[in-house]
Each structure stands twice: as C-alpha cells, then as structure tokens.
C-alpha cells in the first residue's frame, strides 16, 4: 500500500491512487481501497484492482512493472507489427485473445467472489464481534454466577454448621432426656418402695390409732369410774362429816346442857353433888373428846380419799390426754402420709399398689 507526503494512504487500484479516509471512530482495520468511489459497470476500485491482479498473474506480469493498460498496448503493438508476416500465428493470437477474455471473465468473477467472500468475512467478523460481546457478557454471568455459587456455598457450609450444631444440640437433648428418664425410673422406683413403706407405716399407723382408740376409750371409762367413786366418797365423805357434825353438835349441846346441870346443881347439892357433876363433866369432856377424834379422823380420811381420788383422776386424765393427743399425733401422722401415697401415685402412676 503506497501513500502520500503527509503520510496518508493511497487506493490499491492502479488507475485511481486516490488518498483513502482513516478508518471511523470505532477503529478497525485500515482501508485498502476506495470505500465509495465506483467506476462504469458500477464495479469499485477493489473488484478492479482483483481484476487486475488477476489479468496480471494470467500475463506474468509482475507487480512492480508497469500498468495493465499499457501492457495491453505494448501486446497490442506487437501484435500489429507480427500480424503480417505472422498470418500464421493469427490463429494463436485469437486463441490468446478468447484466453484472455476468459481470464478475465474469471478475473470478474473471482472480484465478485472476493467482494461476497470481504462481505461474508465483514459478516463473520461482526459475528465474530457479536460473539465476542456475547462471550464477555457470558463471562460476566458466569463470574456472577461464580460469585453466587461461592455464596451459596458458604451459606450451605453455614447451614451445615447450623444443622451440625443442631444435630449436636438435640443429641445432647436426647442424653439428658435420658439421663432424666433415667433418674425419674429411678426415682420412681424410689417412690415406689417409699409407697410401700408408707402404705406399711399407715397399717401400723392405723392399727396403732386402734389401740389408742381402745385406750381411749378404755382409760374414758376408767376416768368416769373415777369421776362417779369421786362423787360417791364425797358423798360419803359429806354424809360421814354432815353426822360426824351433828354428833359434835349433839355432844356439845350434851356438854352445855351437863355444865348448866352441874352449875344448878352446885348450887343445891353439896361437894359430893359438884364430884359427881365434875365426874360427869369429865367424862363428857372425854367423849367430846373422843367425838372430836372421831370427827378429825373421818376429815382426814375423807381429806385423804379425795387427795388419792384427785391424783387418781388427774392421772387418769392426763393419761386420757395423752392418748388423745397420740391418736391426733397418729391421725396427722395417718393423713399425711395418705398425701405423700396421694402425691407418689401422681408421679409414678396408677400402676403403684393401693
């Protein structure tokens, strides 16, 4: 490709040599012929130029030599200057002539090859292009999709984790509902002899509640013996006083009335009279005496009798006290152990005996 002074280039056609634009703006490969410049026939400096290679190369004409056209007139001039005396070569000549003609034809039918082949060429290149914009945008996907799939691969490593941790989490679960499942069978077998000792414990409870009740009931009519031997001997004891009273009273009534008699009689009768009297008051005095030993030994025995009666009922009492409060001991006793068998039949269930 030739160019000019100022550096620009110059068709490739022979005969026309016109300086060519500067590719466009978007860059690309240099022209290497009029891009718009066409010629008679409507053929473009490309199609002629191949048109010329090709006659060139049917010639054997090299590239540096001299232009197609004057070839053809040098061949021309030739061939006026042998066509006299060369009659015979006329025939030769026609058959170079018809060559060429169809050299030619082949030569415009090659630049017609050529030019669909540059179309097809510019077709694939921009196909190319397309594909290549196409390979980018695919690229720029892919490396989103790498981006993604890298994300969502860290997101299935957490969530493995996570399901691990969960996994770990509910085996861990799994061992202490065991070990409580454990414990619990444990303690309900624990609960379950504690039921039978309770249940063994209310028995004795109850038949010791029984008993205390037989006492009780034992020592309330030993206490109302009592109370009723109380009420007779101080009845008694009232009766004994009340005629160991009237005795004293009637003694001394005996008495008053003597002394009155002995003083009337001391002042009529003589000093045998008054020995009489006094002998009479003496023994009066004894059996005043006597009546007052009486009297003071019955109080004491009836003293006595209501002591013994009063120990003997405040002992029985207080063992009537003591029972009752061992047969609420034992009731309390009874009622809350019937709450703890309640409480361990709630837990361990209804298979725990009765």
Known sequence: MQQTVDGNALCGFSRC??????????????????????????????????????????????????????????????????????????????????????????????????????????????????QAAEAERAAREAHALTAEHGAARAAAEHSRDEALARMKAAELKQARAESRRDAEHERAEHAEHRARDAAHREHQATEAAAVARQETASLRA??????????????????????????????????????????????????????????????????????????AAATDAHQATQAKLHQELGAAKHRAERAEAEVTTLRLSTQALNDDLEHLRRVVGPDLPG
């Open 17 to 130: 040599r016109n300086p060519l634009p500067p590719p466009g703006p978007r860059g690309g490969r240099p022209y290497e012929f009029c891009p718009e410049r066409t010629w008679p026939g409507n053929v473009t400096c490309k199609q002629l130029a191949a048109a010329e290679n090709a006659l060139r190369a049917a010639l054997g004409v090299e590239s540096g030599t001299a232009a197609l056209g004057g070839v053809a007139t040098e061949v021309r001039e030739h061939i006026d200057r042998v066509l006299g005396p060369a009659e015979a070569l006329k025939a030769v000549l026609e058959q170079v002539v018809t060559r060429l003609d169809g050299e030619v034809t082949t030569a415009l039918a090659a630049v017609d090859a050529a030019e669909k082949a540059a179309a097809l060429d510019r077709g694939l290149r921009e196909h190319a292009e397309g």
């Open 222 to 295: 030993e206490l109302a013996g009592l109370e009723q031997r109380l009420v007779d001997e101080r009845s008694s004891g009232a009766r004994a006083l009340e005629r160991a009273e009237a005795d004293l009273t009637a003694a001394r009534a005996d008495l008053a009335g003597t002394r009155r008699e002995a003083a009337h009689a001391a002042e009529r009768h003589n000093a045998e009279a008054a020995q009489a009297a006094d002998k009479h008051r003496a023994e009066l005095d004894r059996t005043l005496d006597r009546a007052e030993t009486r009297l």
